[in-house]
């Protein structure tokens, strides 16, 4: 089966997403990103702009050595020829020649204002550069596709100036036209309605480009592929400028699994979770919890209610089986909780809670006085977990007994705060009185406890500190509102999430901290 040929899934990440704010990608960050998208098997990798900026004409040249594509293709990007420069003398159409990928995506101005105003020149002499740069690249053995900036908006001022910058580059030899909604501003009646007049009049191959402006990105470009369009173009987890472009993997999804169209390699959508939270790693913009299909909350339930329908049949409050896109099932434990979803958590973490009518009720109202307190299980899987144990076995897992902390935090003017902090404990039976030092009280606790730990139980020398979130939670109550700390712990394999509450945040940090080393040396089998 060609894919390439039958219907086509372009990624911009690398190029339109990377305009995102805050995002900024090395060279090897765009390598590593493209090695995850051919694992997803997309077809096209729109790779930059070589020509525009070094770090893109560097990365297609590394790309030829270091790239071993499986599924896609790259792309370079760029635009056409200026006015008054013929295509074979621009140097910029000279870095697309020369970067070595099989597929060139050209901008043009097919909105009539935008050719006068910014490009400053004819609207015939667009429509000269268009078929210009167009027929040069084909001629030097490249494919192109040509993204029409701003069409919609063109299509609505001047429909036939629009259509004809479509037939111009399709004569000259494209083989598809994107149509881009660059300002996203359009809804999916109009897409849909432009599409079928696009195909109907020019007869030209029709892809979409769509912005998430109106919030419609995806939807926008599932109205286009309705209408006709064969090619659609996103970003991996929705990046882009403003409120970023399509996100491919809901695009995709929705084809494959809602409209049953095979538009990737068999089995590969099964990849896409592990992919998008790969992504996100390499670009440190934490992956969204509630991103449609692989975010961690897309198939998480909290309601008592959900909880008790899922226990019957999982698909009653889901509407697909989260392992078509390599995601699981969550059952979240708050103050909403009831019975079910305690049973199913439990079930979750290893417990059959199910026989023990007494013992499930006795945890879900401890569950709700804690979360009244300010404990949350919902992210804090791991704190659950030895709540659970200590109801069902009788006992909380003890690895060693605190005598006391304390610490305490110096500043001299001109010099940055340093705290030091001793932590008394028994551990294995013997009596450890440690101090350490961090760059603040929090990080000072963290190296006197493990420094402690340490000499009893070595394992703990895998277990690493790897994200802190505070919450203020009644801050009407200033400075003297309780606090809620969430702490991830990491053992190089595997992370876990505990929680801590109390009067400062020093204090709920601790009962996190505490938690994380108790949680990762039971898993460590101590």
Do not use: W
């Given at each position: 089966m060609d894919l390439h040929g039958g219907f086509h899934v372009y990624d911009t990440t690398l190029r339109d997403g990377a305009q995102q704010e805050g995002l900024n990608l090395t060279v090897a960050d765009k390598l590593s990103i493209a090695r995850q998208l051919d694992g997803l098997g997309v077809g096209y990798i729109e790779g930059g702009w070589p020509g525009a900026n070094p770090k893109d004409t560097e990365f297609f040249r590394r790309a030829q050595q270091e790239l071993d594509l499986k599924h896609a293709k790259l792309a370079a990007f760029g635009a056409t020829r200026r006015a008054g420069v013929k295509a074979a003398d621009d140097p910029l159409v000279a870095a697309l020649r020369d970067s070595g990928a099989p597929v060139v995506t050209l901008v043009a101005k097919s909105h009539d204002r935008h050719v006068e105003l910014a490009l400053r020149t004819t609207l015939e002499e667009n429509l000269a550069m268009i078929r210009d740069t167009v027929s040069h690249l084909r001629a030097e053995g490249q494919e192109v596709f040509l993204d029409a900036e701003h069409f919609f908006n063109g299509y609505r001022d001047n429909r036939d100036y629009a259509l004809e910058v479509l037939r111009t580059a399709y004569d000259a030899g494209a083989s598809v036209i994107a149509l881009c909604d660059t300002n996203g501003g359009m809804l999916p009646s109009w897409v849909s309605d432009t599409v079928h007049d696009v195909i109907e009049s020019t007869g030209v191959r029709v892809g979409i480009h769509a912005h998430n402006d109106t919030g419609c990105a995806v939807a926008n470009s599932l109205a286009a592929v309705d209408a006709g369009a064969s090619h659609v173009q996103g970003c991996i987890n929705g990046y882009g400028e403003r409120t970023g472009n399509a996100d491919l993997v809901a695009v995709v999804a929705n084809l494959e699994l809602k409209l049953d169209r095979t538009v990737l390699p068999p089995g590969l959508l099964g990849e896409a979770t592990r992919i998008a939270h790969a992504v996100a790693e390499v670009t440190n913009f934490p992956p969204a919890s509630r991103q449609p299909y692989v975010g961690s909350s897309a198939f998480a339930h909290k309601a008592g209610l959900h909880a008790s329908a899922i226990k019957v049949d999982?698909?009653?409050?889901?509407?697909?089986?989260?392992?078509?896109?390599?995601?699981?099932?969550?059952?979240?434990?708050?103050?909403?909780?009831?019975?079910?979803?305690?049973?199913?958590?439990?079930?979750?973490?290893?417990?059959?809670?199910?026989?023990?009518?007494?013992?499930?009720?006795?945890?879900t109202e401890r569950v709700k006085v804690l979360e009244s307190r300010g404990y949350t299980f919902e992210a804090a899987d791991a704190s659950f977990e030895l709540l659970l144990l200590e109801e069902v076995e009788g006992r909380r897992p003890s690895y060693f007994d605190v005598e006391s902390w304390r610490v305490i935090t110096e500043t001299r003017p001109g010099d940055d705060a340093v705290s030091e902090a001793t932590v008394k404990l028994l551990a294995d039976g013997v009596r450890y009185v440690v101090t350490g030092e961090g760059n603040g009280p929090v990080n000072a606790l963290d190296q006197a406890l493990r420094a402690a730990i340490e000499q009893a139980y070595p394992d703990i020398a895998k277990l690493e500190l790897i994200d802190y979130k505070v919450r203020i939670l009644d801050q009407g109550h200033g400075t003297d509102a309780i606090t809620r700390v969430l702490i991830e712990t990491s053992d190089g394999e595997s992370s876990w999430v505990t929680v801590g509450v109390g009067a400062n945040v020093i204090e709920a940090s601790w009962g996190a901290l505490v938690d994380g080393v108790t949680f990762g040396l039971r898993k460590h089998e101590v």
């Open positions: 999982p698909n009653l409050y889901q509407h697909m089986d989260p392992a078509g896109v390599g995601n699981d099932m969550r059952l979240l434990v708050s103050d909403m909780a009831g019975r079910a979803s305690i049973e199913l958590k439990g079930r979750e973490l290893g417990f059959d809670l199910s026989g023990d009518r007494d013992l499930v009720t006795r945890i």
